[in-house]
Antibody, heavy 121, light 111 residues
Framework: QVQLQQWGSGLLKTSDTLSLTCVVY????????WTWIRQSPGKGLEWIGRIFRTGTTDYSPSLESRVTMSLDTSRSQFSLKLNSLTLADTAVYYC???????????????WGRGTLVTVSS | QSVLTQPPSVSGAPGQGATISCTGT?????????VHWYQQLAGTAPKLLIF???DRPSGVPDRFSGSKSGTSASLAISGLQAEDEADYYCQSYDNGLRVSVFGEGTKLTVL
């Protein structure tokens, strides 16, 4: 039974950099896409991007200028950094496992509990 | 505004059924990409309910079923129970936006 446990900074200021990490317990780390998704009241669920075991990344075009994802396979961890924060980045951020090989329409079968990130001025 | 359109709310009495629609376009559902469904209970992370249009993960009751046709998909719930009260989201991929996309969510109320 795979479990995703996430942690990171929850209260930030505009122009700061958000930093979150997710560790994967159980299951293979190498057979999936590792993703970040956020949820805000105004915009619902929003896919941020994904990283493959090779380190290859794929970001949402609307965020790619500010996003960096990385992974540490030895620790079964992957991370998200989002810079130049604005008030609009306030959301609950989830890490999730995407199942479906390299398919674009993969589904998210395991989720972290979420981290509320609040950006203030 | 989301790329995938869902009704804001649906309701039904215990024991009855409910259906939630998810309408897309030729850039996502209509392009042949799979539709997946999630249930989100209050204060928790979304949980996978249906994947690849019609498949259920182990542990999901067969009261939940999915279908897809053309540019739309549907989630049907039979024998409504109080514990089914939640928000439900559809998800697919959009080749114009180049992102996984979600519907706005539908709040199911069990009367």
């Amino acid at each position: 039974q795979v479990q995703l446990q996430q942690w990171g900074s929850g209260l930030l200021k505009t122009s700061d950099t958000l930093s979150l990490t997710c560790v994967v317990y159980g299951g293979s780390f190498h057979d999936y896409q590792w993703t970040w998704i956020r949820q805000s009241p105004g915009k619902g669920l929003e896919w941020i991007g994904r990283i493959f075991r090779t380190g290859t990344t794929d970001y949402s075009p609307s965020l790619e200028s500010r996003v960096t994802m990385s992974l540490d396979t030895s620790r079964s961890q992957f991370s998200l950094k989002l810079n130049s924060l604005t008030l609009a980045d306030t959301a609950v951020y989830y890490c999730a496992r995407a199942n479906g090989g390299v398919e674009l329409d993969a589904y998210f079968d395991s989720w972290g509990r979420g981290t509320l990130v609040t950006v203030s001025s | 505004q989301s790329v995938l359109t869902q009704p804001p709310s649906v309701s039904g009495a215990p024991g009855q059924g409910a259906t939630i629609s998810c309408t897309g376009t030729s850039s996502n559902i209509g392009a042949g990409y799979a539709v997946h469904w999630y249930q989100q209970l209050a204060g928790t992370a979304p949980k996978l309910l249906i994947f690849r249009n019609t498949d259920r993960p182990s542990g999901v009751p067969d009261r939940f079923s999915g279908s897809k046709s053309g540019t739309s998909a549907s989630l049907a719930i039979s024998g409504l129970q109080a514990e089914d009260e939640a928000d439900y989201y559809c998800q697919s991929y959009d080749n114009g936006l180049r992102v996984s996309v979600f519907g706005e969510g539908t709040k199911l109320t069990v009367l």
